[in-house]
């Protein structure tokens, strides 16, 4: 057994050599090593997989001769495919080694099956099946369902985590990974395939794992299939990423659309909060503008909001469920409360916004009485300390 | 295996002409007709490979064929071509048979290169155009690969329009919503290469089951002649629901699933009706039958069959069967989805119809002779009424009686067996075997068939007996011209030899010399498989009479 860890150590540095230019001296001998090493490690997948105790000693073993990126246990059942494609891909394998691997990947109908049946082809095909299906495509559909591109990546990213989670390691290291991960990414895709994750998280995208399933019989494991403690364990993760770093996340807030916020809102508690914190930010930086009749920002280099986006999201909320419209006038509430209370407009953000909320809710005489902001306000004094209105 | 002899029939410029029309497939014409030419492409493709692959290196394929390589890359970027069935294997292979494990020269260097990229476009990158390298560093960056990236995505895509195209189902009036009909025709194209994608196939199922507001057909023929041709050869499953509403919508597919049925039973030495009846199940007709649209179209397309053969006697018990096969189906489906008989035969006296269509199981031996006599003078009365007077209501009687041929068998069993209502049963069987009577040749039938039933009646009950005894009806077989008499005769006295006392002594020696001189064999051989089948399924007492049964199916097996 000793010895197949030490084997299993070997992946790492076979995938990393495959990627480099290392392969420019391998000849046909060398690839055929290569390609026998990966089906013995497919071979150790098929065997172990149904043994947790193998499965998380050798996927210890494989972390443990870490550089990036992270592999885990699951990978051994990849490894023809990520090996084949990645020597395909480079280009510095001389003409030799790449015919070999070509016969390896394609074998001609003489040679017989190929280590991984099926897998060039189907590829191929869904390939096709992308492109064509893609042509019928209609607009996104209503938030919050991703669209299938980005949900892939959803599925893809949560599955990886959930493999992560399986194999016990620390969070911070865990986090740093998911950041050096999504930095693959520009920044706004980033924050959508992470929405998109929260999303299917609450959706329930089946207890499938990711990777290609054509091989036949599931792998699904008892003690590993997808359950809530499971999902709670991710949805921890990518808040960790995300509200672990404010301009980040401020970035995130204002990026996605108001109601895919509020509907993540709805069903996180840490989003609600963070979220509401931040719109609290924003919103005590708005000034009133008795001469406009509005709330302006007080600095217009900042990234800050302008009323009518506080005012849109905070409709947003109260549009969603239940908890969170209560949540969030509560908030606002509070919020008035800790201003001096006072009802009427122009005086304080708060109360604003609680007498558009109600406006959209109920009678809409209130909006009529105290409507717009062409109603010049005689400042009250000793209130606002917001208010950098100048007293005569 | 001159390589010379092979190039003629290529036809390379062609398939060039063809791939430069096509383009990457991107107006409705050139998709339609990209759909029209896959399988000959693919064939095509194949045949190109078998003339590549002894090449070594790209030089000689390329002195060969010098556009080789600009057919082989148009062709790898028309999605259509790729995802069919097995094109874009060959399309590998042959791009395989081009790359030089050990360049010569320059033009080989570069075909290696042109080669890699046509691959790694195929295999590696998760955009089919454009470079989204940030998808792909994403991916890699999880431990996945494109193949991973690609089975989820077109998972999704497929679930999202599914959804789409059911929400329409339900959302009707709501045009902002609405998916126009000119969108599902157009998904139904995009669909054509991919029907053996095992993915795809919820999609499938919702397109056949999806009927927007126009009575005109929104599907694409070409879709649903790929889906036909694939149910047919097995190369994808469907649920029920789908292939019967293929068949409803599409009479073409109806009538190729229907011939495909009879090719396959044609095809196939027939041993026993248990295989036949296995056959036909599969074929999911009958099944499809209890939908009266289709049932009646089957039954037109065995009816022309019939005629065409002239009434071989295969066909007929082929229809006899799956007559039998639908009746089951029919009598299981839940009692408030069926359809009344009435629509299943529209033209036909309903008593008679409902006299027929009870199963012989369902009643009591004792009531049968009965029941057949009922059913004898409804037919009597019908034929012999003078509006009946063209040959083609005479034929579609006629047929209709012997779809139902199990209460025949049974009639003729009867005549020997229980002796009940003899003259009622034995016009029956004198109609089936001889309808007509414009020259009184149905009348002279019975006369002479109940000479015959009276010869052997008189001799049934007796244990020793020879050839000479029933050498009067055994003349009547071998001697007459008449063919309705001839198989009459046959039948009568098949089933002498099975059921009566000394019968089954000089059976082989009988049916032997019968099969020797005239061609009754093959009647003989299906009316003993049908008693079997018979047998099998309601169980006859007389082992005796099985066990001489089985011996006759073999030794006529060998002659048929």
Same mark, same amino acid.
């Not at chain 1, 050798?58 to 990645?86: K, V």
């Not at chain 2, 999911?284 to 002239?310: C, D, G, M, W, Y």
């Given at each position: 057994m000793e010895v197949v860890r030490g084997q299993v150590e070997q992946l790492p540095v076979l995938l990393a050599v495959s990627r480099s230019a290392l392969v420019r001296d391998w000849d046909s001998l060398t690839l055929d090593r290569a390609l026998e090493w990966t089906r013995y490690f497919q071979h150790l997948y098929d065997r172990f997989r149904a043994r947790p105790q193998l499965?998380?000693?050798?996927?210890? $073993? +494989?972390? $443990?001769?870490?550089?990036?990126? +992270? +592999?885990?246990?699951?990978? +051994?059942? $990849?490894?023809?495919?990520?090996?084949?494609?990645?020597l395909l891909e480079n280009r510095a394998l001389p003409p030799a080694a790449c015919r070999r691997l070509l016969h390896n990947l394609l074998p001609p109908p003489s040679a017989g099956t190929s280590p991984a049946p099926g897998f060039p082809e189907v590829l191929v095909r869904r390939k096709a099946a992308a492109c064509l299906l893609a042509l019928s495509r209609r607009p996104p559909r209503r938030p919050p369902v991703p669209e299938p591109q980005l949900q892939a990546e959803a599925q893809l990213l949560l599955s990886r985590l959930q493999e992560e989670g399986q194999e016990v390691g620390e969070a911070a290291g865990q986090v740093h990974w998911l950041c050096s991960v999504l930095e693959q990414l520009p920044q706004p895709r980033a924050f959508e395939v992470v929405a998109a994750a929260l999303v299917l998280l609450k959706q329930g995208r089946g207890t499938e794992q990711a990777g290609d399933r054509d091989r036949e019989g599931s792998s699904s494991l008892d003690g590993y299939q997808a359950s809530t403690a499971g999902d709670e364990c991710t949805a921890g993760l990518l808040f960790s990423w995300l509200l672990g770093n404010q301009e980040r996340f401020s970035a995130f807030c204002l990026y996605l659309p108001y109601s895919h916020l509020a509907f993540l809102a709805g069903h996180y508690s840490q989003l609600s909060r963070s979220y509401l914190d931040l719109l609290t930010g924003w919103g005590s930086h708005l000034i009133y503008d008795p001469l406009q009749g509005r709330w302006v920002k007080s600095c217009i280099d900042k990234a800050e909001l302008a009323w009518e986006e506080l005012r849109e999201r905070f409709i947003c909320l109260c549009q969603g469920s239940t908890l969170l419209k209560e949540q969030t006038q509560a908030a606002l509430q509070l919020l008035r409360t800790q201003d001096g209370d006072f009802k009427v407009c122009g005086l304080s953000v708060w109360t604003d916004l609680l007498m558009e909320g109600e406006a959209m809710g109920h009678s809409p005489g209130v909006s009529q009485i105290f409507g717009g902001r062409s109603l010049p306000f005689i400042l009250i004094s000793g209130c606002m300390p917001f208010l950098s209105f100048p007293i005569g | 295996m001159a390589q010379d002899t092979t190039v003629p029939k290529l036809n390379f410029e062609y398939w060039l002409d063809k791939a430069v029309e096509w383009g990457q497939a991107t107006t409705l014409e050139s998709q339609k007709d990209v759909c029209l030419h896959l399988p000959q492409l693919q064939e095509f493709l194949h045949q190109l490979y078998e003339t590549i692959k002894h090449l070594q290196g790209s030089t000689a394929a390329i002195e060969q064929f010098p556009l080789i390589g600009q057919l082989l890359g148009r062709l790898c970027w028309n999605p259509f071509?790729?995802?069919? /069935?097995?094109?874009?294997?060959?399309?590998?292979?042959?791009l395989c048979c081009l790359y030089s494990s050990e360049p010569q020269n320059a033009v080989e260097l570069k075909a290696n290169s042109w080669v890699r990229s046509l691959l790694c476009h195929l295999l590696c990158s998760c955009k089919w155009e454009g470079n989204e390298v940030e998808t792909s560093t994403f991916i890699s960056a999880l431990g996945y690969t494109s193949a991973d990236y690609y089975y989820h995505l077109v998972k999704n895509m497929v679930v999202s329009l599914v959804t789409e195209l059911r929400e329409n189902q339900f959302n009707g009036l709501n045009i902002q919503e609405s998916v126009s009909a000119s969108h599902v025709n157009a998904v139904s194209i995009f669909c054509v290469p991919l029907i053996t994608?095992? /993915? #795809?196939?919820? #999609?499938?199922?919702?397109?056949?089951?999806?009927?927007?507001? =126009?009575?005109?057909?929104?599907? =694409?023929?070409?879709?649903?002649?790929?889906?036909?041709?694939?149910?047919?050869k097995k190369k994808i499953s469907l649920p029920e629901s789908a292939i019967f509403s293929l068949w409803l919508r599409h009479l073409p597919s109806l009538e190729k699933a229907t011939l495909?049925?009879? /090719?396959?039973?044609?095809?196939?030495?027939? *041993?026993?009706?248990?295989?036949?009846?296995?056959?036909?199940? /599969?074929?999911?007709?009958?099944?499809?039958?209890?939908?009266?649209?289709?049932?009646? &179209?089957? *039954?037109?397309?065995?009816? *022309?069959?019939?005629?065409?053969?002239?009434?071989? =006697?295969?066909?007929?018990?082929? &229809?006899q069967v799956f007559t039998q096969l639908f009746l089951q189906a029919y009598q299981n489906e839940n009692k408030q989805r069926k359809f009344p008989l009435k629509a299943y035969f529209p033209h036909h006296h309903q008593p008679l119809v409902r006299g027929l269509v009870r199963r012989p199981f369902e009643l009591p031996t004792t009531y049968w002779s009965q029941h057949l006599k009922h059913i004898s003078d409804m037919l009597k009365a019908l034929v012999e009424d003078t509006n009946i007077s063209s040959l083609t209501d005479l034929f579609e009687i006629w047929f209709l009686v012997a779809c139902f041929g199990e209460w025949l068998d049974i009639a003729a069993e009867q005549l020997l067996k229980a002796a009940v209502e003899p003259d009622a049963v034995l016009w029956l069987l004198a109609f089936y075997y001889c309808p007509k009577n414009e020259n009184q040749q149905r009348t002279e039938t019975m006369v002479e068939a109940q000479a015959v039933y009276n010869n052997l009646m008189m001799v049934f009950s007796c244990a020793d007996l020879s050839v000479k005894d029933l050498e009067a009806a055994v003349h009547r077989i071998t001697g007459i011209e008449q063919c309705c008499n001839q198989r009459l005769t046959t039948h009568l006295l098949t089933n002498f030899l099975l059921f009566s006392a000394g019968g089954h002594k000089i059976a082989q020696e009988c049916i032997c010399h019968i099969a020797e001189i005239t061609d009754t064999s093959k009647e003989v051989y299906y009316l003993l498989i049908r008693t079997a089948y018979r047998f099998n399924n309601s169980g006859e007492e007389n082992q005796r009479t099985v066990k001489l049964l089985n011996e006759l199916l073999e030794k006529l097996t060998s002659k048929v």
């Open positions: 499965w998380e000693a050798l996927g210890r $073993r +494989l972390r $443990r001769s870490q550089p990036y990126p +992270l +592999l885990s246990f699951p990978t +051994l059942g $990849r490894c023809t495919q990520l090996l084949g494609l990645a | 071509v790729i995802g069919y /069935d097995e094109s874009q294997k060959v399309l590998m292979w042959c994608l095992p /993915d #795809l196939t919820p #999609l499938l199922e919702t397109l056949l089951l999806y009927h927007g507001g =126009s009575s005109k057909e929104i599907l =694409s023929s070409e879709f649903l002649e790929a889906v036909n041709e694939a149910v047919l495909h049925l009879l /090719d396959r039973l044609f095809s196939i030495q027939l *041993n026993s009706l248990e295989e036949v009846a296995r056959v036909i199940k /599969d074929s999911l007709l009958p099944q499809a039958a209890s939908h009266p649209a289709i049932f009646r &179209i089957v *039954n037109e397309i065995f009816k *022309n069959a019939l005629v065409e053969t002239e009434g071989a =006697s295969e066909v007929m018990t082929i &229809i």
